[in-house]
C-alpha cells in the first residue's frame, strides 16, 4: 500500500510563488511516474504534470506550462512542484498520485489527501 501526504499549500496573491511537496510511504517510488492533479470548485479534476521515474522527461497542462516546474528525490521518496506566476485560476486542491499511461491520458492510482492551494487577485 503506498500513502501519499501533500504538503506547502496555502493562500497567495497573484504572481507569488508556492512550493508544494509530496512524501511517499509503504514503497520505494522510484521506478514509478509521480504527479500533480487539481480540482477546483465545481470542476472535474484536471492534469497537471507528471516525471518519469528517471527524472529525465516531464509533461505540463498547457495551463501551467513555464510556469511550475516538477521535480522528485528519489532517495527521500518526495515529489515537489514549483509554482510561480500562480493565478486565480490556479485556486484548487492540489493532488499527488502515483501517475501511469492508460488509453492516452495520464491517469492516478494511488492518491494523497490533497492539499489547498488559493490565489487571491
Known amino acids: 500500500q503506498v500513502q501519499l501526504v501533500e504538503s506547502g499549500g496555502g493562500l497567495v496573491q497573484a504572481g507569488g510563488s508556492l512550493r508544494l511537496s509530496c512524501a511517499a510511504s509503504g514503497r520505494t517510488l522510484s521506478s514509478y511516474g509521480m504527479g500533480w492533479f487539481r480540482q477546483a470548485p465545481g470542476k472535474e479534476r484536471e492534469f497537471v504534470t507528471t516525471?518519469?521515474?528517471?527524472?529525465?522527461?516531464?509533461y505540463y497542462a498547457d495551463s501551467v506550462k513555464g510556469r511550475f516546474t516538477i521535480s522528485r528525490d528519489n532517495a527521500k521518496n518526495t515529489v515537489y512542484l514549483q509554482m510561480n506566476v500562480l493565478k486565480p485560476e490556479d485556486t484548487a486542491v492540489y493532488y499527488c498520485a502515483v501517475v501511469r499511461v492508460f488509453l492516452g491520458k495520464f491517469v492516478g492510482d494511488y492518491w494523497g489527501q490533497g492539499t489547498q492551494v488559493t490565489v487571491s487577485s
Open positions: 516525471i518519469h521515474w528517471s527524472r529525465t522527461t516531464s
